[in-house]
């Protein structure tokens, strides 16, 4: 049997308790957002009144959507918007006129074969 019998100070310190600091994942850009979209907005409203064919409101929106997509990845998406829609619409006009030349190439073939 042990006869060693050791006495513990049991008395501790008042704990010490800290408080969290509040840090978001990421930053909050609600208001940004509400911007971005409303320039978004604007841009393809100026952008649709210039178009000539009926086909173009389609691509002109997608092309809206994928710049906007594409500036809000940046540090300064309202900075960057303008441009990016500006050269996505250029790329879509160029598209189309390649389709339409493609549309009418086919149908000539098409003519000839039968």
Same mark, same amino acid.
């Given at each position: 049997?042990?006869?060693?019998?050791? /006495?513990?100070?049991? $008395?501790?310190?008042?704990?010490?308790?800290?408080?969290?600091?509040? /840090?978001?994942?990421?930053? =909050?850009?609600? !208001? !940004? *957002?509400?911007?971005? $979209?409303?320039?978004?907005?604007?841009?393809?409203?100026?952008?649709?009144?210039?178009?000539?064919? !009926?086909?173009?409101? !389609?691509?002109?929106?997608?092309?809206? @959507?994928?710049?906007?997509? %594409?500036?809000?990845?940046?540090? =300064?998406?309202?900075?960057?918007?303008?441009? %990016?829609? *500006?050269?996505?619409?250029? *790329?879509?006009?160029? @598209?189309?006129?390649?389709?339409?030349?493609?549309?009418?190439?086919?149908?000539?073939?098409?003519?000839?074969?039968?």
């Amino acid at each position: 049997m042990n006869t060693n019998r050791n /006495i513990l100070n049991h $008395e501790f310190a008042n704990p010490t308790r800290f408080e969290p600091a509040y /840090i978001p994942a990421a930053p =909050y850009r609600g !208001v !940004v *957002e509400n911007e971005l $979209e409303t320039l978004k907005r604007q841009l393809l409203a100026a952008e649709l009144g210039r178009a000539a064919d !009926v086909g173009a409101n !389609v691509r002109l929106r997608r092309a809206a @959507n994928d710049a906007a997509a %594409l500036a809000w990845l940046t540090p =300064y998406p309202l900075l960057v918007l303008p441009v %990016l829609f *500006e050269e996505k619409a250029r *790329e879509s006009r160029k @598209n189309a006129g390649r389709a339409a030349l493609i549309r009418a190439r086919s149908s000539e073939l098409l003519s000839l074969a039968e």
